[in-house]
Structure formats: structure tokens, C-alpha cells
């Protein structure tokens, strides 16, 4: 299963990226729970036959579509090895806690964070972002919100550009604070967070009663790749008592890039930051990650005592306070494990080399798109995305929607879209390690290809 496996991840730039599903496989998953066992090497076929070729793709060095890590041979492996050792990563005294714990010091020390600062692995940022609101709204309304919620005529508001991550204000509504309590901010022509508009915002909201207790500032947003002005929104949260998190979910690991990191001056300001290692750290999925730089408000957060979790000084339950202090889940896996493996392998450096790497193929994708008369760009690139579109007459939306759509399914390359300015556009985010320019250039033939041909079509049918 293993030499498949290799062999499997050797040869995928000769496969699709992604192939549509046929009937016969998807009616394979409508079978019965089976009764009786098969042996391993049927289920093995099984998979090889429906499941393996039909994923969304994000191994290949062609996938483009939304900022999707690619993983590695050495995060698989370590993935095995953690699923034989089944540790219960909640909490008590094991090694394997210790290890998550090296990894909330070496992000506490990319951050220039306190040595005292607290973290946490979970499934992903839409957590990591949702942990922030929690210990934010815990620092505003201390311990009677755990217990009582948030009283009448307290109305917390938290604000984040127009651009942040839907998972923010979704983050407001778990909490039960209110989507609609999350102010989303308007963007400058650089996409950033307009931080005059939220002085504005927060001003007018504190006159009107309500109380601003949190401000999201992204690296990296997921539409075009900005990144807000951290030190700008850092003093604006410092003058008015707001906690400052930063959505780095993708982009805070550019910090390991040296060419990147002055980008990202102003992040070690951060109350918290959200980041996963299984977008830009090529870790495979799921490692979301939360980094917290009041480490007894986090604690304060999410701490109980129920006797079934009682600590000890010594023997199995000592070694507090465990990772089920800091967030919602007890049993939890091993994330840290493959994380862990990726830093060991790799090193930091060949990370960061990675993640640059991106960035100098994102900005050969824009040269190529601007000196196309065809095509159009239609944001700046600040790190790995970049968003354009194919001119044409008539509805340039639906146009640029199909084009995409052909794309995907030659499986030769695979964008996404996404909307900038009202505009429909073909968005290529790099960040598979496995990518190189000879992907680059595969695309825009393609998109120069498949747009020729969807132009005749059109030309034809209105002739
Ligand atoms: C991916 C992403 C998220 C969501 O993170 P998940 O790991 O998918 O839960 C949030 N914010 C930004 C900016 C992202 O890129």
C-alpha cells in the first residue's frame, strides 16, 4: 500500500488534477454497512478504483483553486506513525504533549512572542479564529460569561476587513456575540483594511452604546492575497482597548521567508494569531494552529475541573495544564506529530524557500497575464494569488465562469474564481510546493487555449 502510495504521488503531474466523478464510482459509497469483513487488499482495490482518483486534486503541482496545501511524503509517513501510536492528545502526562508544546514555542519565538504564550492545535483557522473571539469576549466581560453569557445591553462588536475570511464573522455568531456585530471594513486600493474607516467605525459604535472589544486584521486575505497594515491596526486597537488577532491562516508562515517577513512587521504586536501549517507549511491535513500572547486568559477561557479530569502531581495526571485546557476538544490526535516531522525533515529555511518560492511564480504568472493582450489583471499581487480574467464581449462573468469550468475539467489546471471589485475572476492561488513554472506556463496556455476556443463558440452561435 505503501509503494502505491509513493509511486502514486511520484507520477500525479502525468495524471488530471481532477477528472468528474462517474456514476459507478459515487454508487459505490451507497452500499450497505457490510456485516462481514473483506480482506485488506479488496478494500485497498477499493479505494484504488473510486476513491484515490477521484479527490479535489490539491497534491498536483497544477491545483490552483483556493489556498490549499500539497503535503508531503515525510507528513504522510508521520501521519502512520501517529495513527499506530493512537495517543489521546487531550491531556496527561506523554511525550506527545510535550511535542505540541516545543511547537507553541517555536511559533511563540517566529512571533516574537512571550516565552509564557499559549497555543493550541485544531482542525483549522475557522477554529483558531473562533478560539480568538472566545478569549477576546472572555478579556472584555471576564469569568460571569461562562456562566451567564453575555449580559442585556453589553453588545460586544469586532471588526475585520471587507475582505476577511467568512469564518470570522461565523466565529461571532458561535460565540453568540451576532454575525451582524462583526463590522466589516472597506478595503483601499491595495485591498488592505481602509484603517480610517475603522477609527471611524469603532468611534461611532462606542457613541452608540455598543462596546468594541476585537479587530481581525488578515495576512494573506483569501481572495487576492493582502495583507493588512498590522502596525496601523495594532495602535488602533491599542488606543481604544481592542483585542488585536491577525488571521494568518495562510500567510503568517511567510515569517519563515526572509524576503516575506518584513511584509509582516507589526505581527509580533498580535493578542493572538490563527495560522495552519496544512495551507503554506505543506503539512497534511488537518493542523490549524492558535497562538495566544495572554496565555491565563486563554487558560481562563476554556479551563474546567471536572473530577473525571482531576490532575495530580504525580503519575498519569500530572503534567497540567493539559491542551484540553485551552480549547474545546478532550480527545484529540496527534496533530503535532506531522508538524513536528515537517520542521525536523525540512528545517525551517527550505519551508520559508518554499513559501517564497510561490510568491517569485505568482509574479511570473502576472508578467505573462499583463503582456497577453487577451487577458486582464485585476488585483495587485501581494504574495501567491493572482486573480485576472479573459476579455470578451458580452457577459464577461458567465464567460470567465465557463472558462474555468472548461479548465477544471481538461485537468490540465485547475483555478477557482472568486469576486474582485464586482468583477468574476480566475483566481490561480500557488501553494503546492510541487509547483513550478512549467505548471505556470501549462495554465495560461491552457486559459489562452480553451479561451480561443469558448470566444469561436460564441462568435459562431451569434453569427
Ligand atoms: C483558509 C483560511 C481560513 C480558514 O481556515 P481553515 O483551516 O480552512 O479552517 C481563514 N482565514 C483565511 C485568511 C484563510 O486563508
Known sequence: MLDDMFDYLQGIRQRPVWQPIPDTARAAFRSPMPAQGSTLADVHQQFKQN?????????????????????????????????GLNANCGGRDQIPIEVERQLVRWMADLFEFPSDAT???????????????????????????????????????????????????????LAGLGSANLRKIPMNAQFQMDTMALETAITADRQAGLQPFFVAATVGTVDVGAID???????????????????????????????????????????????????WGQVPYDAG????????????????????????????????????????????????????????????ERIGQVINETCVLARYLSERVQAQPELELLAPVALNIVCFRYRSEGDVDAFNAALVADLQESGIAAPSVTTVRGHLAIRVAIVNHRTGRQDIDALLDAVLNLGARRLNLLTTESA
Open 51 to 83: 476513491i484515490l482518483p477521484y479527490t479535489i486534486g490539491n497534491i498536483h503541482p497544477g491545483f490552483f483553486g483556493w489556498v490549499q496545501g500539497g503535503g508531503t511524503p515525510v507528513g504522510m509517513l508521520a501521519e502512520m506513525l501517529a495513527a
Open 119 to 173: 497555543g493550541l492545535f485544531l482542525t483549522g483557522s475557522s477554529m483558531a479564529n473562533m478560539i480568538a473571539v472566545l478569549v477576546a469576549r472572555y478579556r472584555a466581560l471576564g469569568r460571569e460569561v461562562r456562566t451567564h453569557g453575555v449580559p442585556p445591553k453589553r453588545q460586544l462588536v469586532a471588526y475585520a476587513s471587507a475582505g476577511a475570511h467568512g469564518c470570522i464573522a461565523q466565529a461571532m455568531d
Open 229 to 279: 497594515e498590522l502596525p496601523v491596526v495594532a495602535a488602533i486597537a491599542e488606543r481604544n482597548g481592542l483585542w488585536f488577532h491577525v488571521d494568518g491562516a495562510y500567510g503568517a508562515l511567510a515569517m519563515l521567508a526572509p524576503e516575506l517577513k518584513p511584509l509582516l512587521d507589526g505581527i509580533e504586536l498580535a493578542d493572538s494569531i490563527a495560522c495552519d501549517f496544512h495551507k
Open 289 to 348: 494552529f492558535i497562538l495566544v500572547r495572554d496565555g491565563t486568559a486563554h487558560l481562563d477561557t476554556f479551563a474546567t475541573r471536572d473530577t473525571y479530569l482531576r490532575r495530580d502531581v504525580r503519575g498519569m495526571a500530572a503534567n497540567s495544564p493539559w491542551p484540553t485546557d485551552f480549547g474545546p476538544d478532550l480527545s484529540r490526535g496527534f496533530r503535532a506529530l506531522k508538524t513536528w516531522f515537517t520542521f525536523q525533515v525540512f528545517g525551517a
